[in-house]
């Protein structure tokens, strides 16, 4: 099961309607059931989770979790903090994967049961290179058919970080003339900087009415459907076509979309650097 405080949103109750999805009927019925009582305790619920899930294994990736902590690194929302606690004081059939940009603070007596891995390095350099060979489903993009060592190359230069390996590709995808080599080669993209220079660089690329769109989902900062988008720009830009714009936007890495939501979202990286270049004057 995988959720994000980002993209699907992440709370007890959006992980009790997603496992209830993700097992079906009848569990989903009696889950469905259980979070309406009132007169259930969030506790209960989440032993009634754990319950529902004891047999087998199950794995539980809540990404971007740093959106649900406050000052002290806590868990903010009360629900969601008893299902961790729960799930690190005493064995249960889930293993919670969650990634953070800050340590998350949990109850000293469940730290025997977390392993905590800093993530310094991006992929290493076999594994970026074949996720830019994915990114290239249809050879469209020259990944699939470029020299070994263009492409280690740019396994280096982008130190093998997933949302840079995802933005070239997206640069290769608005350029149809251009090469791996050649945008390799290109040393105000591959600078110090490279993850800033490479968002810019593909920043650029895009089309007015794109940039519009993405400037909106910035400004928004969470999941929205189109409709939302739509919404903030029709006063300045009423035959801007919000729609295409998004579909383009995602065949190019810059959007992802989430169909079971129907909702658009930025990178926490893409919506920073996209929110700064809005005009303080519109």
Not at 154 to 174: M, S, V, Y
Request: aromatic content about 8%.
């Amino acid at each position: 099961l995988y959720l994000s405080a980002r993209s699907t949103g992440l709370n007890l109750a959006r992980i009790y309607t997603d496992v209830g999805r993700m097992l079906g009927d009848p569990a989903a019925g009696r889950l469905a059931a259980r979070w309406a009582d009132r007169d259930i305790s969030l506790m209960a619920k989440v032993e009634y989770l754990l319950e529902i899930l004891e047999s087998g294994t199950y794995i539980v990736l809540l990404d971007n979790f740093e959106d649900m902590l406050d000052t002290d690194n806590v868990i903010q929302e009360e629900g969601l903090r008893l299902f961790i606690e729960r799930c690190t004081l005493s064995p249960s059939a889930i293993q919670l994967v969650v990634t953070s940009r800050e340590q998350v603070t949990v109850d000293p007596a469940g730290l025997s049961r977390v392993r905590h891995l800093p993530l310094l390095e991006g992929l290493p350099e076999d594994e970026a290179v074949a996720l830019l060979r994915d990114l290239d489903q249809d050879g469209r993009l020259g990944l699939r058919t470029a020299p070994e060592v263009d492409l280690y190359r740019a396994a280096r230069f982008t130190q093998g970080i997933p949302r840079a390996l995802e933005i070239l590709a997206g640069i290769l995808d608005r350029d149809p003339t251009l090469t791996l080599a050649e945008l390799l080669a290109d040393e105000a993209v591959f600078s110090a900087h490279v993850m800033e220079s490479l968002i810019a660089a593909g920043y650029k690329r895009l089309e007015e009415d794109e940039r519009r769109v993405i400037e909106a989902l910035a400004v928004f900062n969470r999941p929205v459907d189109a409709t939302a988008v739509a919404f903030v720009l029709y006063p300045w830009f009423p035959a801007l076509d919000v729609r295409a714009s998004l579909r383009r936007l995602m065949s190019s890495y810059f959007v992802t979309f989430n169909r079971a939501m129907a909702e658009y979202s930025l990178h926490p990286l893409d919506q920073e650097y996209v929110y700064k270049q809005i005009p303080r004057d519109k």
